[in-house]
């Protein structure tokens, strides 16, 4: 998923806690692409394979990580959990829309429900079809709805 869907998550994810600032909760939320591209600097991932970042089993460690870290200096159970479920809820949207997520360093052992491949969207072969118009409204509309729960939860407060 590209970043609109993520960062949607972490805007919708405001309504839970109001002691945690947006840009920690979006950072949260894109932490695994984030990794990704130092993963990809360092030549440790690739696009056709990045178990460091994207792999199920990695994901868990970043969430628990994520959380630990966040926990260490607000020293809150609540937030911290909300913290890790940002960092992994990214792992999950990518599951919905991939099909080639490694379960950890295995590079057979590939998961996801491929949404975006079965609606003929690519990201190696970005052209304007069908599927990319498809995609570019589901991640448009995710982010609606995120920025929507976001705005109406602050007046609120």
Same mark, same amino acid.
């Given at each position: 998923?590209?970043p609109t869907?993520?960062?949607?998550?972490?805007?919708?994810?405001?309504?839970y806690?109001h002691?945690i600032s947006l840009?920690?909760l979006?950072?949260?939320a894109?932490t695994?692409?984030?990794l990704?591209?130092?993963?990809?600097?360092?030549?440790?991932?690739?696009y056709? !394979?990045?178990p460091w970042s @994207?792999?199920?089993g990695? $994901?868990? =460690?970043w969430?628990g /990580?994520?959380?630990?870290? !966040?926990?260490l200096?607000k @020293?809150?159970?609540?937030? $911290?959990l =909300?913290i890790g479920l /940002?960092?992994?809820s990214?792992?999950i949207?990518?599951f919905i829309?991939?099909?080639?997520l490694? =379960?950890?360093?295995?590079s057979?052992q590939?998961?996801g429900?491929?949404?975006y491949?079965?609606?003929g969207?690519s990201m190696?072969?970005?052209q304007l079809n069908?599927?990319?118009?498809?995609?570019?409204?589901?991640?448009?509309?995710?982010?609606v709805?995120?920025?929507v729960l976001?705005?109406?939860?602050?007046?609120?407060?």
């Amino acid at each position: 998923m590209s970043p609109t869907g993520h960062l949607a998550i972490g805007f919708a994810a405001k309504k839970y806690t109001h002691d945690i600032s947006l840009p920690i909760l979006l950072i949260a939320a894109y932490t695994i692409d984030l990794l990704y591209f130092v993963f990809i600097a360092l030549k440790m991932e690739s696009y056709a !394979f990045n178990p460091w970042s @994207h792999s199920l089993g990695m $994901a868990i =460690i970043w969430s628990g /990580l994520g959380a630990l870290i !966040f926990y260490l200096f607000k @020293h809150n159970k609540k937030q $911290a959990l =909300i913290i890790g479920l /940002l960092v992994f809820s990214h792992w999950i949207l990518d599951f919905i829309v991939w099909d080639n997520l490694p =379960i950890f360093f295995d590079s057979t052992q590939r998961i996801g429900l491929g949404l975006y491949p079965r609606i003929g969207f690519s990201m190696s072969q970005i052209q304007l079809n069908l599927g990319s118009i498809l995609a570019t409204s589901l991640e448009l509309l995710m982010l609606v709805v995120g920025l929507v729960l976001y705005f109406r939860n602050r007046r609120k407060v």
